[in-house]
């Protein structure tokens, strides 16, 4: 309290003395803090990742007017955060390119671009086997549709110098440089526009010097512009839970060029998730796959029985990336992961994406590949997480 307010009360004849008292008393400031707060240098980012954004025709079939209606509504609250990242798996390159989602050749209604956002994504990674699909002018226009939604995207581009750039993101006062990379595309790439898609392997599939070449040109690059580096690898065979010895090949070099975080996509299923360190002690979190977060495939042709299965399972990834201006160090914690089955039923009716955590065997029975295999059961997707994924990952 204000002395001089007590003051004002105390009768005259004592003020006197009171002075008297107080003469030798340190001076109080009680409005102006005695030390200044030393400032955090840490800087924390949350982030929600997700698998492959497949769709495909009988999703297409579905829909009314290519509007995703209720089928995301159950996992929106899981996509969440400051950076909401997806892997565009197909081109969205509009009417005039023909619209497919059957034959390994596939392109999106702009629909499906536009309505993106409101599902919070904030970064989509273009680098995969379909991105050559409609040729350039498929890129051209899923790219211009993109850009003109203010969308940031990586892994495809519409000229050689942007090519040379690394796109950079901010967020909470943190630049990320985010890179994207393909094993490969089903179609040939003509060499005007060879600038449109970045690689990691040569036309034979290997992991050359050359292509170690150009992602360290790539990552030292982004390391110059940005805080933190992450890189998604289109990459690894279709319908497994091994790594190839490529992947892990790949994920060991980008630890030693200092990335942080690899997100893995391409194999329709999940993979493990692991920390490398590098020989200088840097820590890289590694995402090998996420599986289809969107998909709409009952048969799945060259695969098992049990992949098949698994090709209805997907995952999102929620963790904080954490990042010491002062020190310049980054550390992904906080790990999560929400396992998604993507439900629909008979002649697939009522598509809806479930997350595990709400997921029951009265639902399994219902699904549409309960009628090709008895194994499809909520027991044996449970089974199937319980071996991915050991206590390190927290599992919803």
């Known amino acids: 309290m204000n002395k001089k307010i007590i003051f004002a009360f105390i009768p005259v004849i004592c003020l006197f003395a009171a002075i008297v008292f107080?003469?030798?008393?340190?001076?109080?400031?009680?409005?102006?803090?005695?030390?200044?707060?030393?400032?955090?240098?840490?800087?924390?980012?949350?982030?929600?990742?997700?698998?492959?954004?497949?769709?495909?025709?009988?999703?297409?079939?579905?829909?009314?007017?290519?509007?995703?209606?209720?089928?995301?509504?159950?996992?929106?609250?899981?996509?969440?955060?400051?950076?909401?990242?997806g892997n565009q798996e197909v081109l969205v390159g509009g009417d005039e390119l023909g619209i497919s989602g059957w034959g390994y050749s596939f392109n999106a209604p702009y629909t499906i671009g536009e309505q993106l956002p409101s599902l919070g994504f904030n970064v989509l990674t273009l680098a995969n086997n379909h991105e050559n699909d409609r040729g350039l002018q498929g890129i051209i226009n899923t790219r211009q549709l993109f850009d003109k939604m203010n969308m940031f995207t990586s892994g495809m581009y519409l000229s050689q110098e942007e090519r040379n750039q690394t796109p950079v993101i901010e967020k909470n006062g943190v630049r990320f440089g985010v890179l994207a990379y393909t094993y490969s595309t089903n179609t040939y790439v003509g060499s005007d526009y060879n600038y449109a898609i970045p690689y990691f392997l040569d036309a034979n599939l290997q992991f050359t010097d050359e292509y170690k070449d150009i992602l360290k040109r790539d990552v030292e690059a982004a390391k110059a512009v940005s805080d933190v580096v992450i890189v998604a690898m289109h990459w690894g065979t279709e319908f497994t839970y091994d790594l190839t010895s490529t992947q892990r090949a790949a994920a060991e070099y980008l630890n030693e060029l200092g990335v942080d975080l690899i997100i893995g996509n391409h194999s329709h299923c999940l993979q493990p998730m692991e920390y490398l360190t590098s020989s200088t002690g840097h820590q890289t979190f590694v995402i090998y796959?996420?599986?289809?977060?969107?998909?709409?495939?009952?048969?799945?042709?060259?695969?098992?029985?049990?992949?098949?299965?698994?090709?209805?399972?997907?995952?999102?990834?929620?963790?904080?990336?954490?990042?010491?201006?002062?020190?310049?160090?980054?550390?992904?914690?906080?790990?999560?992961?929400?396992?998604?089955?993507?439900?629909?039923?008979?002649?697939?009716?009522?598509?809806?994406?479930?997350?595990?955590?709400?997921?029951?065997?009265?639902?399994?029975?219902?699904?549409?590949?309960?009628?090709?295999?008895?194994?499809?059961?909520?027991?044996?997707?449970?089974?199937?997480?319980?071996?991915?994924?050991?206590?390190?990952?927290?599992i919803n």
């Open 22 to 85: 107080l003469k030798n008393d340190p001076v109080v400031h009680p409005l102006k803090e005695t030390a200044t707060k030393a400032e955090t240098t840490q800087r924390e980012v949350t982030a929600s990742i997700t698998g492959d954004l497949l769709f495909e025709g009988p999703l297409y079939e579905w829909m009314d007017n290519y509007q995703f209606g209720n089928y995301f509504d159950q996992v929106k609250p899981y996509l969440k955060g400051d950076l909401i990242i």
């Open 289 to 394: 796959s996420l599986g289809n977060f969107v998909s709409a495939d009952v048969v799945v042709d060259r695969s098992s029985e049990l992949f098949k299965n698994m090709y209805q399972v997907g995952g999102i990834v929620n963790l904080t990336i954490c990042h010491d201006i002062a020190t310049k160090e980054t550390t992904i914690e906080n790990v999560e992961l929400t396992p998604v089955v993507n439900q629909y039923e008979n002649d697939y009716q009522n598509f809806r994406l479930i997350p595990f955590n709400q997921y029951n065997e009265t639902l399994a029975s219902q699904h549409y590949r309960r009628q090709y295999s008895d194994l499809f059961t909520y027991e044996v997707i449970r089974q199937q997480l319980d071996q991915l994924y050991d206590e390190s990952i927290i």
